[in-house]
Antibody, heavy 116, light 106 residues
Framework: QVQLVESGGGLVKPGGSLRLSCVTSGFTLSDHYMSWLRQAPGSGLEWLAYISGSGDAIKYADSVKGRFTISRDNAKNSLYLQMDSLRAEDTAFYYC?????????WGQGTLVTVSS | DIQMTQSPSTLSASVGDTVTITCRASQSPSGWLAWYQQKPGKAPKLLIYKASNLESGVPSRFSGSGSGTEYTLTISSLQPDDFATYYCQQYNTYSRTFGQGTKVEI
């Protein structure tokens, strides 16, 4: 069955960087757009970025444009989110999801905490 | 960006009730609208896509409708497993946006 497993979250200081990974199984990653989303504790959902199956089409939310970079390695069945210049307001659970329009399957999430 | 506003924010209901959640958009998403269910500590789960298409495996007591700027999610005969938070999401523009959520509680 379809599985997405995020990792790489943790505690980081403001201005720092973190790289999240999402390992997928149960489907052919290269056939699908993939997305990253987040949810601050006790808050709603926010879409961050999507990437096409080949990686040649990428879009970002304004809130992370220029700071976050989405990428993928289809041979490794993996999706990534490089997060730079992190701010306190980036504290959230980060989810990877299949598709770029609506979000069909989600990982369990990884918590990123930005604090000094 | 298209702003999505859900109402109500919280809904109190009982098992067996029929409940309706409304999602209003600042401009029409042209039917490109999805609904999700989220339980505490869990990832969201897709229920409905393209406004009224039921995702495979989702019980038929869930239904979606709407057009233009107003969309609804209806849960018929509410079950104990349905107490959760529900979100709408538009995908007409590349900047995908969600409603703020509706918590369905006992």
């Amino acid at each position: 069955q379809v599985q997405l497993v995020e990792s790489g979250g943790g505690l980081v200081k403001p201005g720092g960087s973190l790289r999240l990974s999402c390992v997928t199984s149960g489907f052919t990653l290269s056939d699908h757009y993939m997305s990253w989303l987040r949810q601050a504790p006790g808050s709603g959902l926010e879409w961050l970025a999507y990437i096409s199956g080949s990686g040649d089409a990428i879009k970002y939310a304004d809130s992370v444009k220029g700071r976050f970079t989405i990428s993928r390695d289809n041979a490794k069945n993996s999706l990534y989110l490089q997060m730079d210049s992190l701010r306190a307001e980036d504290t959230a659970f980060y989810y990877c999801a299949r598709r770029g329009d609506y979000f069909h399957s989600w990982g369990q999430g990884t918590l990123v905490t930005v604090s000094s | 960006d298209i702003q999505m506003t859900q109402s109500p924010s919280t809904l109190s209901a009982s098992v067996g009730d029929t409940v309706t959640i409304t999602c209003r958009a600042s401009q029409s998403p042209s039917g490109w609208l999805a609904w999700y269910q989220q339980k505490p500590g869990k990832a969201p789960k897709l229920l409905i896509y393209k406004a009224s298409n039921l995702e495979s495996g989702v019980p038929s007591r869930f239904s979606g409708s709407g057009s233009g700027t107003e969309y609804t999610l209806t849960i018929s005969s509410l079950q104990p497993d349905d107490f959760a938070t529900y979100y709408c999401q538009q995908y007409n523009t590349y900047s995908r946006t969600f409603g703020q959520g509706t918590k369905v509680e006992i």
